[in-house]
């Protein structure tokens, strides 16, 4: 069931997305952030069993794709390279706007793309990807546990996943793990707060902003 998370005064995963047009001559894409969903899901089962169709995958999607993009889902993860969106959702060429960053944190460059993608495309979906064993939220825990800073500019990483690690620090069960769902909660919020142009096209119900998370022994995707 795909609920709706309210994080910061934001819901991480609201309305309905306006339709998506696919690239010429590439299949339809989906048209509203349920369907979206429902087509990643059904593409992450197949690659987690072990069935992927590889589609869009060929030089026909690439030639079909070469005139023009518009991709039905933005994605936000971490550079992990464990974690390539189009693998784990069976997709291809022309289907995912893809923003990978260590820890799948959020800074200007990365919503400075993301409103591009809003503003250019319209598609109906937003999704926030965090995956297991983290290792940059796994440096932010060390971080914060020991007193000590990251080298050089890992620290700005370790400085944007903390506020998570912080807030999960006295929960129960494995930090790292809770940092992890944690941060991309945060994540999907923050795009919302952040970021006018966003915000909007949640509340007109034009996009939906929905947290998931990548479990690497699985290959399985969990919405949160």
């Not at 952030?33 to 169709?53: I, K, P, T, Y």
């Not at 319209?122 to 914060?144: F, I, K, Q, Y």
Request: proline share 5%; net charge negative.
């Amino acid at each position: 069931m795909i609920g709706a998370l309210a994080l910061a005064g934001a819901a991480t995963a609201v309305g309905a997305g306006a339709p998506a047009a696919a690239a010429p001559g590439a299949e339809e894409w989906p048209a509203s952030a349920d369907a979206a969903l429902r087509r990643l899901l059904a593409g992450n089962a197949r690659f987690a069993a072990g069935r992927a169709r590889h589609r869009g995958q060929d030089v026909d999607a690439v030639h079909a794709a070469a005139q023009g993009q518009h991709p039905f889902v933005i994605a936000l993860g971490c550079s992990d390279s464990r974690v390539p969106p189009e693998v784990v959702f069976d997709e291809g060429v022309g289907a995912v706007f893809d923003q990978r960053v260590a820890g799948g944190i959020v800074d200007d460059a990365i919503l400075g793309s993301i409103e591009f993608a809003v503003g250019e495309f319209a598609p109906p979906l937003l999704l926030v990807l965090g995956h297991e064993r983290c290792g940059a939220v796994s440096a932010t825990v060390d971080a914060v546990e020991s007193g000590s800073r990251a080298p050089e500019h890992v620290q700005s990483i370790v400085e944007a996943i903390r506020p998570a690690v912080e807030a999960v620090r006295d929960q129960p069960g494995d930090l790292v793990e809770n940092a992890v769902r944690e941060n991309t909660r945060m994540v999907a919020g923050q795009l919302v707060h952040r970021s006018r142009t966003i915000r909007r096209a949640v509340r007109s119900g034009a996009l939906r902003v929905q947290a998931a998370r990548y479990d690497l022994d699985t290959g399985r995707v969990e919405l949160l």
